[in-house]
Each structure stands twice: as structure tokens, then as C-alpha cells.
């Protein structure tokens, strides 16, 4: 079994930055590829930014520039800095991987976290 937990959402003003956290535990013999997810309220979740073990990169058309995905594989963690934060990147964001508990498993299951809530008010 596998657990993402995520850490340090809030509330935020406009132009403000927050970090938020992600750990992997459990039965964990390999993380592919690291990602965060958002949902806003009425919509669909969306791909904010994801991370491959060799640390390529891709995100979100709206969050370039402004938000920084990275990871640490001996941890087993996923960050994003959030920067120049706007009202629009209010939801609850997800961590996810793809995360192989054996050898055999070349791609590995799809785990999600419960979601941190991100508020952008002033």
C-alpha cells in the first residue's frame, strides 16, 4: 500500500507564493513520474505540473513562469513553489505517482493524495 500526503496549503494573497509538499509511503520500490493536480470548484481536475525521475518537467500553460515543480527521489517527495500566486490558481491541488512496488512493475499504479486547498483572496 502507498500513501501521498501533502502539506502546506492555505490562504494567500494575490501576488504571494506558498510551497506545497507531497511524501510517498509504504511499499515504494520505485517513483516514476511525480505530478500536481488542481480542482476548482465546478471544474475539472487538471495537470498543473509533473516531474520523471530523471526530473524533465512539463506544466501548465497558465502557471509558467510562476510555478516551480521539483523532487527529491531519496525522500520520496514532490514540491511546488507557487509564485505571483492570482485568484485563478484557487482549488484544491492533488499530489500524484506512478509509483512501482516491485521490480517486475515497469510503469507502476497511479496513487493520489486526499488534496490541499489553496486559497488566492485578498
Known sequence: QVQLVEFGGGLVQPGGS???????SGSIFRINVMAWYRQ???QE???VARITSGSNTN???SVK???TISRDNAKNTVSLQMNS?????????YCNAMVAV????????????KG?????SS
Open 18 to 24: 506558498l510551497t506545497l509538499s507531497c511524501a510517498a
Open 45 to 47: 481536475r487538471e495537470l
Open 116 to 120: 490541499t486547498l489553496v486559497t488566492v
Open 102 to 113: 516491485r521490480p517486475s512493475e515497469i510503469v507502476g499504479r497511479n496513487y493520489w493524495g
Open 59 to 61: 506544466y501548465l500553460d
Open 65 to 67: 513562469g510562476r510555478f
Open 85 to 93: 500566486l492570482k485568484p485563478d490558481d484557487t482549488a484544491v491541488y
Open 40 to 42: 476548482a470548484p465546478g
